[in-house]
């Protein structure tokens, strides 16, 4: 498991902007955390989407946290991006994964993928962005 590229940058982007505490351009953003600004805007549109960061219009327009740093957690920022935390495809599996088992009793790997899908998810929901 490993976090995909766009997921970490919705983090550095949501950190900077925690850092900063000020309503920060598109511009701005990609020069502070090192992403393109054509990825960083795609990343903005996702975290505007989901409540996370608020977007400004105009010439005094910009992008700011939403909310709280203290209330935004890695784990909701990360999952903004990547969807569902899980570590295996059967976990929460969608209506178009088939399982290759064979028996149809529950796969004996399942309930610990499970448990571990929760823990991982635990720990980054406990991880906030405040300074």
Sequence with gaps: MHITLEADYA??????????????DAKNIAACTGVTLRFSLKILRKLVAEGIVRSYKGTQGGY?????????????VIEVV??????????????????????ETECRFNRTYGEV????REKLYAVHFEQ
């Excluded at 949501?14 to 000020?22: A, F, G, I, P």
């Excluded at 700011?64 to 909701?76: N, Q, R």
């Design 11 to 24: 983090v550095r982007i949501v950190n900077c902007l925690s850092k900063n505490q000020t309503r920060m």
């Design 82 to 103: 990547e969807g569902p935390i899980t570590i295996s495809r059967c976990v929460g599996a969608s209506a178009d994964f088939q399982c290759s088992r064979v028996e």
């Design 117 to 120: 899908a929760k823990l991982v």
């Design 64 to 76: 700011e946290l939403a909310k709280p740093a203290g209330e935004i957690s890695l784990g909701e």
